[in-house]
């Protein structure tokens, strides 16, 4: 049985093969082939791995030696990432020529954020063979993407957003048009694998015929040892896994903090990824964003900026450090499908407070951790909002601090949920059996 996997990023042993720049982004796919491939290698299906490069370099071909009997063949396709919301016809010669070489049985596509899953199942054109592996849904995430915010600042328009094209409202549309490929693609496909009653509801809908398969994820391999511990832990400190547009919901935060601070004002937060701040200078205007210009009013507006730590982007090793040394994870986004960052927390034992958006309810029960109603788009517009999400954000973290044993509880349940669910052995013989279901049927 011949797979090939269609992936957003390369693998980091074949960036270092071929010198390019791993990064950070979407390391649960490096996890997950580390879990599977040892099966894969045992069971006889030769995996092909697929993944985007820039437009304007040659296709990239090449082979990973495993062991002395098995080699993983790779193939760089060229994709304009940047713009994910155009669908690139050239995309399919590149994909369509892979198709020929790898001649595979089984076509898996690792999400839907980018047309390259679309330009994919066309080339393949066997809908009865292809898997879809659902991770966001762009189309549904459109629709959530202004996330409470003030009509004033919807509107807003900085020098980076004309210069860029890439307003808030030219970002939510930029979604929508991505969405148009992910209705597609599941339109053109017979098979997906997914994790929560929320995905299994979309994917059913844009398609009734497709086959849903239920399969947990497999997380980075960082986060299968440690545990959070409370002594350990810096007090009051709150954790956000990133905060840079609206959908992650880093203004809920800093609305909710005030609140917060009033009764625990040593609290601190702190934000992973991408800062999108303005420092000092000319270059900097240049590159701030209307929501980043918003959060700058907040933290001046609410006089919390020493309060809030932006830390850039981390790997896998530094967000689990940070995990560990918090005294809570929030996930206040507006729209989530099953977020890893969610399931990295729980797995350590990090208490969380979490609003119960998109599938967030399929990963965690209301006795694990604190979970407050969040952001719902036929509320959007309605006066207060944004105070009332905020206000159950800065309750749900407060009523963590006030019962400190029975945040510990909570988290040990979390904990030993987050253990069953991402069981990289049930997963992987999972992904195994599903193989095997497409390839016999």
């Not at 074949?14 to 990064?23: E, K, P, R, S, T």
């Not at 790779?74 to 198709?99: H, P, Q, T, V, W």
């Not at 808030?168 to 693609?185: F, V």
Request: a neutral charge; aromatic letters at 10%; one cysteine or more.
């Amino acid at each position: 049985m011949r797979v090939l996997w269609v992936c957003n990023v390369a693998l980091p042993q074949i960036a270092a093969q071929l010198h390019m720049d791993a990064g950070n982004k979407e390391g649960w796919i490096a996890g997950l082939y580390t879990a599977v491939i040892r099966d894969l290698v045992s069971e006889g299906i030769q995996l092909g791995f697929a993944f985007p490069i820039a437009k304007g370099q040659e296709m990239v071909r090449g082979s990973l030696t495993v062991n002395e009997d098995y080699d993983l063949y790779y193939y760089g396709f060229r994709e304009d990432s940047l713009n994910a919301e155009n669908y690139d016809i050239e995309m399919e010669k590149d994909l369509s020529d892979i198709m020929i070489a790898f001649e595979p049985d089984i076509l898996h596509c690792f999400g839907t954020e980018y047309p390259h899953t679309l330009a994919a199942v066309k080339m393949f054109a066997q809908p009865d063979r292809t898997l879809i592996g659902i991770q966001g849904l762009c189309r549904v995430y459109a629709k959530a993407y202004m996330a409470s915010l003030p009509r004033s600042v919807q509107k807003s328009v900085t020098i980076r957003d004309l210069l860029r094209r890439d307003s808030l409202k030219e970002q939510q549309a930029k979604y929508e048009g991505r969405g148009q490929w992910e209705m597609a693609a599941v339109k053109w496909t017979g098979h997906v694998t997914g994790r929560t009653e929320f995905d299994r509801y979309w994917t059913q809908r844009w398609n009734p015929t497709v086959c849903y398969h239920q399969m947990q994820e497999t997380l980075r391999p960082e986060f299968y040892s440690g545990c959070w511990r409370e002594e350990a832990c810096e007090q009051h400190r709150i954790f956000l896994s990133q905060g840079d547009y609206p959908v992650k919901g880093l203004h809920y935060m800093l609305l909710a903090l005030p609140d917060i601070l009033k009764k625990y004002p040593d609290t601190r937060v702190f934000v992973a990824g991408n800062c999108i701040l303005r420092k000092p200078g000319f270059e900097s205007l240049v590159k701030l964003s209307a929501y980043g210009r918003y959060i700058q009013k907040l933290l001046k507006k609410n006089r919390i900026t020493d309060k809030v730590t932006f830390l850039g982007k981390l790997n896998a090793g530094e967000m689990k450090e940070q995990y560990l040394k918090s005294h809570v994870f929030v996930c206040p986004s507006t729209m989530e499908n099953s977020p890893n960052s969610l399931g990295e927390a729980m797995l350590l034992g990090t208490p969380v407070v979490t609003a119960d958006i998109g599938g967030v309810l399929s990963m965690i029960e209301k006795e694990e951790g604190y979970i407050y109603e969040g952001f719902r788009v036929e509320k959007a517009d309605e006066p207060g909002e944004l105070a009332r999400i905020s206000g159950n954000l800065a309750e749900a973290v407060t009523e963590a601090f006030d019962y400190p044993e029975e945040m510990k509880r909570r988290a040990f349940k979390a904990m030993a949920h987050a253990k069953r669910t991402h069981d990289p052995k049930t997963n992987r013989r999972r992904l195994i059996e599903i193989y095997r279901e497409i390839n016999e049927s």
